[in-house]
């Protein structure tokens, strides 16, 4: 058994570890990988989200010894050659060398990596299929997900051809950002701008709010006429001018008031259209004497 910690401590001149002791504190970078027991190298050991080594439930049989590299542990051959040019370290697993797909297969003491060659099948090696395969150029990968142009559906990979496997909603939206498409629900309508952290905020083609403009120092950003944007701060709708009227900047017949169009808790200030001097009389507009007089509606000037 020593014999074998001694032989284990030698390849940790080669990048595989010695391991640690059942007991031992782990740092918190460490935590979830796995390693080897210093004092007994059948047991293998994982580090606990409490900093701790504890084992991972795993021993090694007669005949083989832990072997840990790059945060995992697994059992080997005693009289396997580890420093083989072939010799892989996790079971099952792939990889891609170009067109060439590598298999890490058996014996499961002592695996080594296989390989063959995609070209000579006219195909490619790819590893977004997780495990690694070879496929058709061109083909999309089977399991893999996408959304419907329109992003009213949820396609998935099929034999080659892309099929429609859900519909979503009228109330959601395929989003494909994360490792699968699927319907969520839409937190806003495409389109749709908001005010957040004086920021413009607009509703992109995912239903997702997205930070579309930053206003500069010395502006604001507030709703008007149900439009987000960056306005002068002598312009903008702040608690103190509540309840304060002015012409609206956009649209010359209407009267705006400065409301809280949010809740007493989380006030959001905006100007809201209140008074339409066109339907006094036609031709009347908003006129206003000065900034923080009360506006009224008249003939224009002239």
Not at 129 to 155: K, L, Y
Request: aromatic fraction near 6%; charge should be negative.
């Amino acid at each position: 058994m020593r014999y074998l910690f001694g032989l284990m401590c030698v390849l940790l001149l080669v990048g595989i570890g010695c391991g640690n002791t059942e007991g031992s504190s782990c740092s918190e970078a460490e935590i979830g990988r796995e390693s080897c027991d210093a004092d007994d190298s059948s047991i293998q050991l994982r580090c606990s989200e409490d900093g701790v080594w504890v084992e991972a439930g795993g021993f090694c049989t007669s005949g083989k010894h832990c072997m840990s590299r790059d945060g995992d542990a697994t059992c080997v051959n005693d009289d396997c050659d580890t420093q083989q040019e072939d010799f892989c370290f996790q079971l099952n697993n792939t990889d891609c060398d170009g067109t060439v797909l590598q298999e890490c297969l058996g014996p499961a003491g002592c695996p080594v990596w296989t390989s063959v060659d995609c070209a000579d099948s006219g195909q490619v090696c790819t590893v977004e299929t997780r495990p690694a395969s070879c496929v058709i150029p061109g083909a999309c990968i089977d399991g893999t997900t996408r959304c419907s142009s329109d992003r009213s559906e949820v396609e998935t990979c099929q034999g080659g051809d892309w099929n429609v496997t859900a519909t979503c909603e009228q109330d959601q939206l395929c989003n494909d950002l994360g490792e699968t498409a699927q319907c969520v629900d839409a937190a806003c309508t495409e389109g749709e701008t908001r005010c957040a952290d004086n920021n413009v905020e607009t509703c992109s083609a995912l239903g997702l709010w997205t930070v579309t403009a930053t206003c500069n120092p010395g502006q604001a950003c507030q709703v008007v006429n149900d439009e987000a944007q960056c306005v002068s701060d002598d312009d903008s709708c702040t608690a103190d001018k509540l309840f304060e009227q002015r012409c609206s900047p956009d649209d010359e017949v209407w009267v705006q008031e400065c409301r809280n169009t949010g809740t007493q808790e989380a006030p959001v200030y905006t100007w809201v259209n209140v008074q339409d001097c066109s339907t006094l009389t036609p031709d009347y507009v908003c006129q206003q004497v000065a900034p923080g007089t009360t506006p009224y509606c008249f003939a224009p000037p002239g």
